[in-house]
């Protein structure tokens, strides 16, 4: 920004003129703040069906010189998962606050953040799901905006993946006379999921009081069984 004098040794600056002797000069340098960071998890990222995770959602001021102010992001959860209790976590976020949470809620609401130059503000919530299947939870730039009106480049997102199992069991042969012979109980554990194993499976089968096991007549088959 110039100001010029005239031809009098003065100067007129917006209709006020006055008098000096040398042109006066500012010169405005603006720089490149870099862009925020944002992450986002679950664990586990490997639930079975009526067990919860916990979303775990960061934002990261990477700028060395300059804090983060008026931060706000929004999530919207994809079909079928949902707050799963009000337990929530917000850390390092300044005066920023999370929307009232309700159980059953599909989306999170961050709102008047400050975040520190390097510092990393963290959002932390427990989710469900209803249905199985895999859960990708996407949060978008315009999701995040803030007062340097800087974002992130592209798209971050994480998968939720909900197994079920087929549990089936029966007695063969399923009636016969007290004393006149065996019967053989079995139980299937079934993984209908062809892409996702399932892990750490545990059941426990608590039988009738006059049942009772034959010893040395059982038998655990197929892959990943013992």
Do not use: W
């Not at 998890?41 to 959602?57: H, W």
């Not at 963290?122 to 469900?128: H, P, S």
């Amino acid at each position: 920004n110039v100001i010029d004098r005239d031809t009098d040794g003065g100067y007129l600056l917006n209709g006020v003129s006055g008098l000096y002797e040398y042109d006066a000069n500012i010169t405005l340098l603006v720089l490149d703040m870099s862009a925020p960071d944002v992450d986002k998890s679950f664990s586990p990222d490997l639930i079975n069906e009526g067990e919860n995770s916990q979303l775990t959602i960061t934002i990261q001021n990477t700028d060395s010189t300059v804090a983060l102010t008026q931060v706000s992001l929004t999530d919207n959860f994809p079909a079928g998962l949902s707050v799963s209790d009000t337990s929530v976590s917000l850390s390092n976020c300044g005066s920023g606050t999370l929307n009232p949470i309700a159980i059953d809620d599909t989306s999170i609401h961050l709102s008047n953040a400050n975040i520190a130059t390097g510092a990393t503000c963290t959002i932390r919530v427990n989710v469900k799901t209803s249905g199985t299947g895999t859960f990708t939870n996407v949060i978008h730039p315009a999701d995040l905006t803030n007062y340097q009106q800087v974002t992130i480049p592209s798209n971050v997102s994480d998968d939720l993946v909900v197994e079920n199992l087929e549990l089936d069991k029966s007695f063969s042969p399923d009636n016969f006379q007290v004393g006149t012979g065996y019967s053989t109980l079995s139980i299937s554990i079934t993984n209908p999921d062809a892409i996702n194993p399932l892990t750490n499976v545990h059941f426990t089968d608590t039988m009738d009081p006059d049942v009772t096991v034959v010893p040395g007549f059982s038998s655990v088959s197929g892959t990943g069984c013992s």
